[in-house]
Structure formats: C-alpha cells, structure tokens
C-alpha cells in the first residue's frame, strides 16, 4: 500500500495566487481529512468528508478556503487567493470509519505564500 | 480554547530511562484518546490508543494511562530509544477513533540523549 499520497511536497507561491493541493487517500478508506499545522495552532481540523460528503468544515478558516472530494480516490484544498498567514504545513489523513486505529497521515503539503 | 493541552513543549531523558509525556484534556465529550509520533518532514504516525472505557493500554514499550477523573493522559515509554527522539502528538475524538475530526494537542517533542 502507498500510503496517503500528498502533492505537492512544497509549494512557493505569490500572494494572491490560487493555491491547490491534491490528495490521494488509501484505497478503501472511507474517511478523509484536510488538516493544517501551524508552530502558533498546532495541527487544526479544516474539514473532513466520509464516503466522499463534506461532514464539517467548521476549521476552515475563511470563504478564500474550499475543499473537494469528486472521488473515494482524490480530494484537493484550494486557496483563493493565498495570503501569508495561510503559509503552514497541511496535511491530509485518511481512515476507516469504525476502525479504532486511527488516521493515516500523507506526507504533507509546505506551502509558502511570499 | 484549547481542548487538548501538551503543556511540555519538549522533554529531555537518557537511553534506556522511561519517558513520560502528560496530556490534559477538557472536554468531557471525548471517549477515545490517541498518540502520534511524527518526525521531521513526515506526517504523524499512529502509535497506540485507548478508550475511555479502560484506563491503561499496552503495546511492547508504549503504555498509555487514562485517569477519567483527572481529564488526563500519559504515554509511557520504556525503555526509552534513540529512535524515540520524535514530536509526540496527543489526540482525542467524541467518536471513536475513525469516521469524525481528531482535536490534537501542540506536541511535546522528546529528545532521547545517548
């Protein structure tokens, strides 16, 4: 199994571009999760989604902050238009719901808006 | 407002001495607390869980306690490793350890001095 596959591993960008980041969760697994981890906040819930539905995207920070799951294979986060304060590290996790294992975290996404 | 606190940022212990990581947690709500182990420019990693309903988890070196009463947790490490030296990751979940959010704590990172 390849794990949570993130891409990409870094990403500089200009304020006020549009930002995606992609995701590919294990094969199976029917939850999935959009995280950011800050030195400040630590590693904050934005949204997550269970058989490829939005349950809750109360950690999304703000309107310029979206997320999609068209799939059970791909997801992505995009930000538009990106700002400084958005540079983070995020991360994106899947699991099996009802299994008591926890989440699988994807490598990560570093993101920096200059 | 924090509802898992790591109140040690980092921690110091000789090879082959326990380790010790402290968890505290205010939400009376959760009923399934986890441990994640995340190294540099890696995702975090599970390592071992525990449900409210019990109060120690073993499994090999890593023991986890949960004192209800106290709204704490620890996760003991014995003997410690080299291949300890990680950021360590307290989580908590209202629904068990798979289909909702994961609320994470700041991390503690362990140094495990030779």
């Known amino acids: 199994d390849a794990g949570v596959i993130q891409s990409p591993r870094h990403e500089v960008t200009e304020m006020g571009q549009e930002v995606t980041l992609r995701c590919k969760p294990i094969s199976g697994h029917n939850s999935l999760f959009w995280y950011r981890q800050t030195m400040m906040r630590g590693l904050e819930l934005l949204i997550y989604f269970n058989n490829n539905v939005p349950i809750d995207d109360s950690g999304m920070p703000e309107d310029r902050f979206s997320a999609k799951m068209p799939n059970a294979s791909f997801s992505t986060l995009k930000i538009q238009p990106s700002e400084p304060r958005d540079s983070a590290v995020y991360f994106c996790?899947?699991?099996?719901?009802?299994?008591?294992?926890?989440?699988?975290f994807g490598s990560g996404t570093r993101l920096t808006v200059v | 407002d924090q509802q898992v606190k790591q109140n040690s940022p980092s921690l110091s212990v000789q090879e082959g001495r326990i380790s010790i990581l402290n968890c505290d947690y205010t939400n009376s709500m959760f009923d399934y607390f986890l441990w994640y182990k995340k190294y540099p420019a890696e995702g975090p990693t599970f390592l071992i869980s525990?449900?409210?309903?019990?109060d120690k988890n073993e499994d090999g070196r890593f023991t986890v306690f949960l004192n209800k009463s106290a709204k704490h947790l620890s996760l003991h490490i014995v003997p410690s490793q080299p291949g300890d030296s990680a950021v360590y990751f307290c989580a908590a979940s209202t629904s068990g350890g798979g289909a909702d959010g994961l609320t994470f704590g700041k991390g503690t990172h362990l140094i495990i001095q030779p």
């Open positions: 996790a899947s699991s099996l719901a009802g299994w008591d294992g926890g989440y699988t």
């Open positions: 525990i449900s409210s309903i019990k």
